[in-house]
């Protein structure tokens, strides 16, 4: 950018970047020497600090940065560029660095890991542009041109899995990855799509050879963060002093800082493990019980019915629903997915709640008390409380209350609560040599976004920075199907239409027919970062690769690859499994647990996996339970869905063709 910054004013670089500034706390009295040495593109991290390298008698070399000068945090022109060597996202750094000629060799230097090749890896370091790079790019040019509608950037950090493997080129790549996520930040972009919806997307980056080289301390002197200029669509970090600095003295940053260190600083030494590693594996792996405040917390409360309005609305629900069955269904909806498609039922649209005989809604509600006394006649599409069951963490809640009798639930731990139960679980498992591969999930995505499978604990341990997760014992020995399409042998899910008409007793059924979805590759317990072989969702991906079968065709190939398979059988373990996790969340009373409420109704989807358990039987384990799932390829494939939805919900007939009761 030109000397001349009268065509980019400080005023504006204020009005794109105070945000940012702001969130990562960079002192406002460094912003406009920071606004002149990017519009200039100043590197002068090199005048005032020098990298050094350190040999020890085991000629084994230390890197790290030292100051020139004397410097102090007050001095407005104490604030650096550091740019950026690579960005990648989670999934693809095994892509990057394999695929690109030379990158493993030249990570290995700027990490400082021993290397046997006979080339001579070059100490400078270029940077390189990955396919996410020019993807987050363009994203971040698409949105700058629009006014009023710039990004919001969080600093973030992660890590990324590995496996063993013989051939020494694979093996230095296997260290250079695992060492990535020592060295490696994030930050997120926050984005509009087209549809209005705003994602979230994670983009991980290593610095250049100078920022690389700041070690971690519990006691640093600088800190560095993540920025985004928008007027070069570039990502840089930036570094400034958190106090006076004297000549010779190391520069230090506290790699370990975040959100959950500040909200937990007693966990200090289980995030810190991928810099200071300990042996937490004698600790207990026993979480204790979610408190109260964990059900409720950045929660809407729902409010419920007391028992004289809840016995009111049984009887009018009652005496209303011959007189319902003979005239047009008065429905009030935000959302017309599956009633658009009844056929032999007919509706007549409300805006008025306190009007209709059926409230579907694909918007949260919460006030059940007041439904009960202006409309004792309505019912409504879903349970107070049932967050307990559709939101990841809190069903892992519900099923991880009695491990020790949980068979229908994998074993899951939630990183923001439970991180140092799980970090001995992890090493204890390590120990005695124990399967140990675990998946994370986000809290509150859909559609296999944001998971990762891995083996390697200073990975998960990063990714809790990304945002809530959970995680949960990876499946080592699914039951596999043999595609048609490609030959491979691929993991897959089930997913069933599940009708919840009762809490007090459980009262459900489950649709007759199931959705299947396949993985692409073949499976193995290897290679993690592979999203064809480990997930099943790629209806937002490649369609060409998408195998679409029915049920029965499923079925009769199922039970023809396994003899031994009767599926009648499994899908009685499948129903009792479902019933299993209805239970657990009802089994406490809310907010710990879904609300019993004569008005309620509720459709779910319920995603199952099948598995190899003790003598080779086959077992069924839930994944998750989706509110309002999509029910756009079940009215495509059987035209009389959305009728069976209203008749099995709220119209009390029971078609045993059609669904079975659980």
Same mark, same amino acid.
């Given at each position: 950018?030109?000397?001349?910054?009268?065509?980019?004013?400080?005023?504006?670089?204020?009005?794109?970047? &105070?945000?940012?500034?702001?969130?990562?706390?960079?002192?406002? +009295?460094?912003?406009?020497?920071? *606004?002149?040495?990017?519009?200039?593109?100043?590197?002068?991290?090199?005048?005032?600090?020098?990298?050094?390298?350190?040999?020890?008698?085991?000629?084994?070399?230390?890197?790290?940065?030292?100051?020139?000068?004397?410097?102090?945090?007050?001095?407005?022109?104490?604030?650096?560029?550091?740019?950026?060597?690579?960005?990648?996202?989670?999934?693809?750094?095994?892509?990057?660095? +394999?695929?690109?000629?030379?990158?493993?060799?030249?990570?290995?230097?700027?990490?400082?890991?021993?290397?046997?090749?006979?080339?001579?890896?070059?100490?400078?370091?270029?940077?390189?542009?990955?396919?996410?790079?020019?993807?987050?790019?363009?994203?971040?040019?698409?949105?700058?041109?629009?006014?009023?509608?710039?990004?919001?950037?969080?600093?973030?950090?992660?890590?990324?899995?590995?496996?063993?493997?013989?051939?020494?080129?694979?093996?230095?790549?296997?260290?250079?990855?695992?060492?990535?996520?020592? *060295?490696?930040?994030?930050?997120?972009?926050?984005?509009?799509?087209?549809?209005?919806?705003?994602?979230?997307?994670?983009?991980?980056?290593?610095?250049?050879?100078?920022?690389?080289?700041?070690?971690?301390?519990?006691?640093?002197? $600088?800190?560095?963060? !993540?920025?985004?200029?928008? =007027?070069?669509?570039?990502?840089?970090?930036?570094?400034?002093?958190?106090?006076?600095?004297?000549?010779?003295?190391?520069?230090?940053?506290?790699?370990?800082?975040?959100?959950?260190?500040?909200?937990?600083?007693?966990?200090?030494?289980?995030?810190?493990?991928?810099?200071?590693?300990?042996?937490?594996?004698?600790?207990?792996?026993?979480?204790?019980?979610?408190?109260?405040?964990?059900?409720?917390?950045?929660?809407?409360?729902?409010?419920?019915?007391?028992?004289?309005?809840?016995?009111?609305?049984?009887?009018?629900?009652?005496? &209303?629903?011959?007189?319902?069955?003979?005239?047009?269904?008065?429905? *009030?909806?935000?959302?017309?997915?599956?009633?658009?498609?009844?056929?032999?039922?007919?509706?007549?649209?409300?805006?008025?709640?306190?009007?209709?005989?059926?409230?579907?809604?694909?918007?949260?509600?919460?006030?059940?008390?007041?439904?009960?006394?202006?409309? !004792?006649?309505?019912?409504?599409?879903?349970? !107070?409380?049932? &967050?307990?069951?559709?939101?990841?963490?809190?069903?892992?809640?519900?099923?991880?209350?009695?491990?020790?009798?949980?068979?229908?639930?994998?074993?899951?731990?939630?990183?923001?609560?439970?991180?140092?139960?799980?970090?001995?679980?992890?090493?204890?498992?390590?120990?005695?040599?124990?399967?140990?591969?675990?998946?994370?999930?986000?809290?509150?995505?859909?559609?296999?976004?944001?998971?990762?499978?891995?083996?390697?604990?200073?990975?998960?341990?990063?990714?809790?920075?990304?945002?809530? #997760?959970?995680?949960?014992?990876?499946?080592?020995?699914?039951?596999?199907? =043999?595609?048609?399409?490609?030959?491979?042998?691929?993991?897959?899910?089930?997913?069933?239409?599940?009708?919840?008409?009762?809490?007090?007793?459980?009262?459900?059924? $489950?649709?007759?027919?199931?959705?299947?979805?396949?993985?692409?590759?073949?499976?193995?317990?290897?290679?993690?970062?592979?999203?064809?072989?480990?997930?099943?969702?790629?209806?937002?991906?490649?369609?060409?690769?998408?195998?679409?079968?029915?049920? +029965?065709?499923?079925?009769?190939?199922?039970?023809?690859?396994?003899?031994?398979?009767?599926?009648?059988?499994?899908?009685?373990?499948?129903?009792?499994?479902?019933? #299993?996790?209805?239970?657990?969340?009802?089994?406490?009373?809310?907010?710990?647990?879904?609300?019993?409420?004569?008005?309620?109704?509720?459709?779910?989807?319920?995603?199952?996996?099948?598995?190899?358990?003790?003598?080779?039987?086959?077992?069924?384990?839930?994944l998750e339970i989706n509110f309002m799932p999509d029910t756009t390829r079940a009215c495509q494939y059987y035209p009389d869905f959305a009728d069976t939805v209203f008749e099995t919900l709220f119209l009390d007939e029971i078609d045993p063709t059609k669904v079975t009761p659980i």
């Open positions: 950018m030109s000397e001349d910054r009268s065509a980019y004013p400080f005023s504006t670089f204020l009005d794109q970047h &105070s945000g940012q500034l702001n969130a990562s706390d960079v002192p406002p +009295e460094l912003w406009h020497s920071l *606004y002149k040495k990017l519009s200039d593109q100043t590197f002068d991290a090199g005048d005032h600090f020098q990298i050094i390298c350190e040999m020890n008698e085991d000629d084994e070399k230390t890197l790290f940065v030292r100051a020139l000068e004397d410097l102090h945090n007050n001095d407005e022109d104490n604030i650096f560029l550091i740019d950026h060597f690579m960005s990648f996202s989670s999934e693809s750094a095994r892509k990057c660095v +394999e695929s690109t000629e030379g990158l493993v060799e030249r990570l290995a230097g700027l990490f400082g890991i021993d290397t046997d090749s006979t080339e001579e890896v070059d100490e400078t370091v270029e940077k390189i542009e990955t396919s996410v790079e020019k993807e987050e790019a363009e994203h971040a040019k698409k949105i700058s041109s629009e006014t009023g509608n710039l990004p919001r950037h969080e600093s973030v950090d992660a890590r990324l899995s590995s496996y063993s493997v013989d051939d020494p080129k694979n093996e230095l790549t296997e260290k250079v990855l695992k060492a990535l996520w020592k *060295y490696s930040q994030t930050y997120s972009v926050s984005y509009q799509l087209d549809n209005g919806e705003i994602e979230k997307k994670s983009v991980w980056y290593v610095m250049d050879d100078f920022g690389t080289r700041v070690r971690h301390s519990t006691e640093p002197n $600088v800190r560095i963060v !993540p920025l985004m200029f928008l =007027p070069q669509n570039c990502a840089y970090s930036i570094m400034f002093l958190t106090k006076p600095v004297n000549t010779d003295e190391e520069i230090m940053m506290d790699w370990a800082s975040n959100v959950i260190t500040a909200q937990h600083p007693e966990w200090r030494k289980y995030i810190e493990q991928p810099w200071a590693a300990q042996d937490f594996s004698k600790e207990t792996m026993i979480p204790d019980a979610p408190t109260l405040e964990y059900f409720t917390s950045g929660r809407n409360p729902d409010f419920l019915a007391g028992p004289t309005e809840q016995q009111t609305c049984q009887s009018a629900i009652f005496t &209303s629903l011959p007189i319902l069955k003979k005239r047009k269904i008065k429905v *009030y909806a935000d959302d017309t997915q599956l009633t658009e498609h009844l056929k032999n039922h007919k509706v007549e649209y409300v805006d008025d709640i306190k009007k209709a005989d059926v409230i579907w809604m694909i918007k949260h509600f919460h006030d059940y008390k007041q439904l009960s006394e202006e409309n !004792p006649c309505g019912m409504i599409n879903q349970f !107070p409380f049932e &967050s307990c069951i559709t939101v990841k963490d809190l069903l892992a809640a519900c099923a991880m209350r009695d491990p020790a009798k949980n068979d229908w639930y994998q074993l899951t731990y939630n990183l923001n609560t439970q991180l140092p139960e799980f970090v001995a679980r992890f090493q204890n498992r390590e120990l005695n040599g124990q399967h140990n591969v675990w998946i994370v999930k986000p809290w509150n995505l859909a559609r296999g976004m944001d998971m990762t499978v891995t083996e390697d604990l200073n990975q998960i341990i990063r990714m809790i920075e990304t945002g809530p #997760k959970i995680v949960c014992e990876y499946i080592p020995r699914p039951l596999l199907f =043999p595609r048609p399409d490609n030959g491979n042998k691929v993991k897959f899910d089930l997913r069933y239409i599940v009708f919840l008409n009762g809490i007090a007793p459980v009262t459900a059924y $489950v649709y007759n027919r199931f959705w299947i979805r396949f993985a692409i590759n073949e499976f193995s317990l290897s290679n993690f970062e592979d999203v064809e072989t480990h997930f099943t969702v790629f209806n937002y991906l490649d369609k060409e690769k998408i195998l679409q079968m029915k049920c +029965e065709n499923f079925i009769e190939t199922i039970e023809k690859a396994y003899p031994r398979i009767q599926w009648s059988e499994v899908q009685k373990d499948i129903n009792l499994t479902i019933r #299993k996790a209805i239970e657990a969340a009802a089994k406490e009373e809310a907010p710990r647990g879904v609300a019993p409420n004569v008005q309620s109704r509720a459709m779910y989807g319920v995603d199952i996996m099948l598995q190899h358990g003790d003598n080779d039987v086959i077992k069924s384990t839930l």
